[in-house]
């Protein structure tokens, strides 16, 4: 599994785990499965622990040397890296790719505030329990002993400190580092992706567009000569393994999109030899809320008890907001009979598939497909 692969390596690089390269591996063997990868002794990390954190001899004696700063050294001790790095074109791509993944796109893995969070969320699920744990233990290695507000609260400071701006610092020690003339971070970020008629960016994931059709545009970001957008719709890559463009890729400076039904939207900037990580976007572009049903005469068994109805449905896969939505016969919209969806006391979207039963009366229900 070269994705588990390239993450471990990532984050111990990110972290400076001092005893790296020393990581867990391990395979399925019925059935039979891919190899993956696991950090392993990360205890050892952003200067704590032991005195081997660092760039140190192999016999790890490292003499007070530690650092609070990713760095890269260590990749040095695993062989099989840099022969992956150097050998494949695909492999250099695929760490480019995972780095920007975890360090720049928003909710990232590595990012300071994804890592904040998880590291609050932590802390405050043993923070009660810490009293404790210093009454128990405090005095066990020395006297005055260790206290949560004395030992602990500084420590978990000191951590939220190490962190932040930490996914920076780490672009930065990748943007410096050079392997095989091919920089390590990535030279073009992802193309710039929005909606014809808006200014709202778009970025990776799924988006549901409640309308017959929609144009897509997508623009290369950063300068570069013949510096160009190539994406697929398909989902598949628009760059081979080796490098080249992918024959079923399109390119264009300033793409122009006509979307209608799902379109799975992979795109790459490229210029030479250079690919930026790709931006994928699942597109879904379906009309808006359908009127599923109607009964001009109710039956007084049904949910609304003999009064006329209207069932609607919401065809999309994703969450279709009602707010807003006027519901009318032929005499429009702006008729006294009219009806406003989203209203206070009402729901104000429908889930996947979900139907919406309106009485004439005033009774209203949703319930599944």
Same mark, same amino acid.
């Given at each position: 599994d070269?994705?588990?692969?390239?993450?471990?390596?990532?984050?111990a690089?990110y972290?400076?785990?001092g005893?790296?390269?020393q990581y867990?591996?391990?395979?399925?063997l019925?059935?039979v %499965?891919?190899?993956?990868?696991?950090?392993?002794d990360?205890?050892?990390?952003?200067?704590g622990g032991s005195t081997r954190?660092?760039p140190c001899?192999?016999?790890?004696?490292?003499k007070?040397a530690?650092?609070?700063?990713p760095q890269?050294?260590?990749?040095?001790?695993?062989?099989s890296?840099?022969?992956?790095?150097? %050998?494949?074109?695909?492999?250099?791509?695929?760490?480019?790719?995972?780095?920007?993944y975890?360090?720049?796109?928003?909710?990232?893995?590595l990012?300071?505030?994804?890592?904040?969070?998880?590291?609050?969320?932590l802390? @405050?699920?043993i923070?009660?329990?810490m009293?404790?744990?210093?009454?128990?233990?405090g005095?066990?290695l020395r006297?005055p002993g260790?206290?949560?507000?004395?030992?602990w609260l500084?420590?978990?400071?000191?951590?939220?400190?190490?962190?932040i701006?930490?996914?920076?610092?780490?672009?930065?020690v990748l943007?410096?580092?050079?392997?095989?003339?091919?920089r390590m971070?990535?030279?073009?970020?992802?193309?710039?992706?929005?909606?014809?008629?808006?200014e709202?960016?778009l970025g990776?994931?799924?988006?549901?567009?409640?309308?017959?059709?929609?144009?897509?545009?997508?623009?290369?970001?950063g300068?570069?000569?013949?510096?160009?957008?190539?994406y697929?719709?398909?989902?598949? @890559?628009p760059r081979?393994?080796g490098?080249?463009?992918?024959?079923?890729?399109?390119a264009?400076?300033?793409?122009?999109l006509d979307?209608?039904?799902?379109a799975k939207?992979t795109?790459r900037s490229?210029? %030479?030899?250079n690919?930026?990580?790709?931006l994928?976007?699942?597109l879904?572009?379906?009309?808006?809320?359908?009127i599923?049903?109607?009964?001009?005469k109710?039956?007084?068994?049904?949910?609304c008890a003999g009064?006329d109805w209207?069932?609607?449905?919401?065809?999309?896969?994703?969450?279709?907001?009602l707010?807003?939505?006027?519901?009318?016969?032929?005499k429009?919209p702006?008729?006294?009979?009219?009806?406003?969806?989203?209203a206070?006391g009402?729901?104000?979207?429908?889930?996947?598939?979900e139907l919406?039963?309106l009485?004439?009366e005033?009774?209203?229900s949703v %319930?599944?497909?």
């Amino acid at each position: 599994d070269v994705v588990s692969y390239i993450d471990q390596a990532l984050l111990a690089s990110y972290a400076a785990i001092g005893d790296y390269p020393q990581y867990y591996y391990g395979n399925r063997l019925t059935p039979v %499965g891919p190899i993956r990868y696991f950090v392993w002794d990360a205890e050892d990390s952003w200067g704590g622990g032991s005195t081997r954190t660092g760039p140190c001899d192999v016999s790890h004696k490292c003499k007070g040397a530690r650092t609070n700063n990713p760095q890269l050294d260590r990749l040095g001790w695993t062989e099989s890296f840099w022969k992956l790095w150097g %050998g494949t074109a695909g492999f250099r791509q695929l760490w480019i790719d995972r780095a920007y993944y975890h360090l720049a796109i928003p909710g990232g893995a590595l990012t300071s505030a994804s890592l904040l969070a998880k590291w609050a969320t932590l802390c @405050d699920a043993i923070q009660p329990a810490m009293l404790l744990e210093s009454a128990r233990w405090g005095d066990e290695l020395r006297k005055p002993g260790y206290t949560r507000r004395g030992s602990w609260l500084p420590a978990r400071r000191r951590m939220e400190t190490a962190l932040i701006g930490r996914d920076e610092r780490m672009q930065s020690v990748l943007q410096r580092k050079t392997a095989n003339n091919v920089r390590m971070y990535a030279v073009y970020p992802p193309p710039r992706a929005r909606l014809d008629g808006s200014e709202d960016e778009l970025g990776q994931g799924t988006l549901v567009v409640p309308r017959r059709a929609a144009v897509l545009l997508l623009q290369p970001v950063g300068t570069g000569r013949d510096l160009v957008v190539r994406y697929t719709l398909d989902g598949t @890559d628009p760059r081979t393994p080796g490098g080249s463009p992918a024959a079923a890729s399109v390119a264009c400076a300033q793409c122009r999109l006509d979307i209608a039904g799902t379109a799975k939207v992979t795109a790459r900037s490229h210029s %030479g030899s250079n690919w930026s990580p790709p931006l994928r976007l699942t597109l879904i572009v379906a009309a808006g809320l359908q009127i599923n049903e109607v009964a001009d005469k109710g039956d007084p068994d049904d949910r609304c008890a003999g009064a006329d109805w209207v069932e609607l449905r919401n065809p999309t896969p994703g969450q279709l907001p009602l707010e807003g939505l006027v519901l009318s016969d032929d005499k429009g919209p702006s008729d006294a009979d009219a009806f406003i969806l989203g209203a206070v006391g009402c729901p104000l979207a429908l889930s996947a598939g979900e139907l919406l039963l309106l009485c004439r009366e005033g009774a209203a229900s949703v %319930g599944g497909a």
